[in-house]
């Protein structure tokens, strides 16, 4: 099984966040699974001056990369970063479409995805495409709406309409997708997966001196982007209101750099928590599973999420969660028991937040069935096995198509 997968940036461009690390925990995966993964991307994410530190380990064959097995090739963009328009995209992929069995192009709102699914349709291969969360209601209507709403309707929908299938990683996100596009097409879910076995090593409670956060201090963690789509608005005054009833700090990781970063700093120190407060800057490696680990609990009280795989990394490291109903997969969580689910009220965090401090059998509950939720259903080998077959689906169907034509 040969699969060409469009993206336009990927790993190791760290800036854009969890989609680049599980597309590519996910191609990795299906390497060890004898299918041949190649991609092509942008040097989206990774400055001019860091591209050759960057991709200098990799092995190169020609212009393309061996990154953990997986074939990539990277071609200049220009312009805009979120768009990436490449020149050189359509001659690449003319070159090569024909040797592939399907396409999986990841995103929508760029260049690379409109080319790729144009190309793939233009010589018979199937494609389909991952929205990671584009798509969701909340996420249209965040930025430039109007000007989304018209390219949808000029552009996106005749890709979409000529897909084999739309992926997604959550039954919530396929639900509210599918009702808010009114969209009528073959739709698969294959969660997000990792690899758990960093969560099954031990670490020392000391690797968090770096980051300032005191031994003698339980704390309450939330890891990812500083951006107001995370709930900050509510986690902070539910925090602040817990100040006389539980000794913890709240740490805060994540890229410090970002637009909204100083309003949450503004946030943290209206509600008179400078000294109740850790901001610790991106964290990764060792240092970011010894923080999931030695968190008393970990809270993503997130207004729109399609998937949010720092819960899952959360869970698998015994760590128990607190998110919120709209995280893509609140109702997996809530099935199993695994963590508390709340709505979108201050109180309601609040409680959920006092209700772990104060039930220490809970908390060892909650952890236990998080581990096991994971394991299940998150597996990287787990959802790779899921994901070709799906391929296969797919690949199969069409080659019945062309038997019968």
């Not at 890709?159 to 009528?184: G, I, P």
């Not at 700093?265 to 680990?293: C, H, M, N, P």
């Not at 128990?320 to 709340?342: F, M, N, T």
Request: a positive charge; hydrophobic letters at 40%.
């Amino acid at each position: 099984m040969r699969i060409l997968h469009i993206s336009p940036s990927y790993y190791p461009a760290q800036e854009f966040g969890g989609p680049v690390f599980s597309v590519h925990q996910l191609n990795r995966a299906l390497v060890d699974q004898h299918v041949q993964v190649d991609v092509i991307t942008t040097w989206a994410g990774l400055a001019e001056c860091n591209r050759s530190s960057a991709v200098d380990s990799y092995v190169q064959e020609n212009d393309w990369y061996l990154v953990d097995g997986v074939r990539v090739r990277y071609l200049p963009y220009i312009g805009y970063v979120h768009f990436t328009f490449c020149r050189s995209l359509i001659p690449v992929l003319k070159a090569c479409m024909r040797n592939y069995d399907l396409v999986h192009i990841t995103a929508l709102w760029n260049y690379p995805s409109w080319m790729g699914a144009l190309m793939a349709y233009r010589y018979q291969i199937p494609y389909i495409i991952s929205f990671r969360g584009t798509l969701y209601p909340f996420a249209m209507r965040l930025k430039s709406f109007r000007k989304k709403q018209m390219v949808y309707y000029l552009i996106g929908k005749k890709v979409l309409q000529r897909a084999a299938a739309v992926h997604f990683t959550s039954e919530d996100e396929k639900t509210k997708t599918l009702q808010w596009l009114k969209l009528h097409v073959p739709a698969v879910v294959v969660p997000n997966g990792m690899d758990v076995s960093p969560c099954e090593k031990t670490y020392a409670r000391a690797m968090l001196h770096v980051m300032h956060i005191p031994d003698n201090r339980p704390y309450v963690l939330i890891l990812g982007r500083l951006h107001r789509i995370k709930g900050f608005d509510l986690l902070i005054p539910a925090f602040a209101q817990l100040q006389e009833q539980i000794p913890h700090v709240l740490v805060i990781a994540g890229n410090t750099h970002t637009d909204d970063a100083e309003w949450v700093r503004q946030l943290v120190q209206q509600y008179g928590l400078r000294e109740r407060v850790i901001f610790t800057g991106e964290v990764s490696g060792d240092a970011k599973w010894a923080l999931y680990q030695h968190a008393d609990m970990f809270v993503l009280p997130s207004y729109s999420e399609n998937f949010a795989m720092s819960v899952v990394e959360a869970m698998a490291c015994g760590c128990p969660v607190i998110v919120s109903d709209q995280v893509g997969i609140h109702s997996e969580i809530a099935a199993r028991q695994a963590g508390i689910v709340h709505r979108l009220h201050i109180s309601d965090l609040r409680e959920a937040m006092l209700q772990i401090v104060s039930q220490p059998a809970l908390r060892a509950q909650l952890s236990q069935r998080g581990r096991d939720l994971v394991k299940e259903k998150y597996e990287i080998r787990n959802v790779a096995c899921q994901m070709k077959r799906e391929y296969e689906k797919i690949i199969n169907l069409h080659v019945h198509k062309r038997i019968k034509t």
